[in-house]
């Protein structure tokens, strides 16, 4: 009996759809919108943001990515039925593998604001939000074209059986 409670336990544990990091008390709901008026009163703050890469920069120590942001779900999946809000830059500690972080995808991040980028003509010379990534969690890409439209606990079944 107590090897099936510890089966069923692992099982459940299998099943969170993001990692620790993205439960963090100290993540603060800040607006992509709050601090793109006003990154530095926002300066430090850890949030969670998520949305759809655009483009991955690796250099020898850190990567950078830039990201379509939109609205988080419920379940904390990008929205991207909504509109996007605009763009932010993910900064990661660590080299990211631009086989998976290609154009497209979609992912959350956990960070701090560091501040804004330095405005330029191409991005109407508005300087993009900045976070120093503590997490980055890259969602499947099959979930999007789910065939189980029509039964909504499918979605489970198609990503875990």
């Known amino acids: 009996m107590k090897f099936y409670i510890l089966l ?9 759809a993001l990692p ?4 963090d ?11 793109l008026a006003d990154a530095e009163s926002h300066t430090n703050t850890m949030v969670r943001w ?8 690796n250099a020898e120590s850190q990567s950078t990515l830039k990201v379509m942001s939109y609205p988080l779900d419920y379940y904390g999946r990008p929205d991207i039925d909504s509109e996007s809000e605009g763009y932010f830059v993910i900064k990661s500690p660590e080299r990211l593998d631009p086989e998976q972080y290609t154009a ?5 991040a ?3 604001i560091e501040g ?3 405005p330029s003509p191409e991005q109407d010379g508005i300087g993009l939000p900045v976070i120093k990534a503590s997490g980055i969690h890259l969602w499947p890409v099959a ?11 499918c979605y489970f079944q198609q990503l875990y059986w």
């Open 110 to 112: 956990v960070g701090v």
């Open 25 to 35: 008390a100290r993540i603060k709901d800040v607006a992509y919108a709050q601090v």
């Open 8 to 16: 069923i336990s692992l099982l459940l544990n299998g099943c969170s």
């Open 50 to 57: 998520g949305g759809v890469i655009i483009d991955l920069e």
């Open 143 to 153: 979930y999007r074209s789910n065939y189980y439209w029509h039964c909504p606990s």
């Open 20 to 23: 620790s990091v993205f439960s």
């Open 104 to 108: 497209g995808r979609e992912l959350v």
């Open 116 to 118: 804004k980028t330095t």
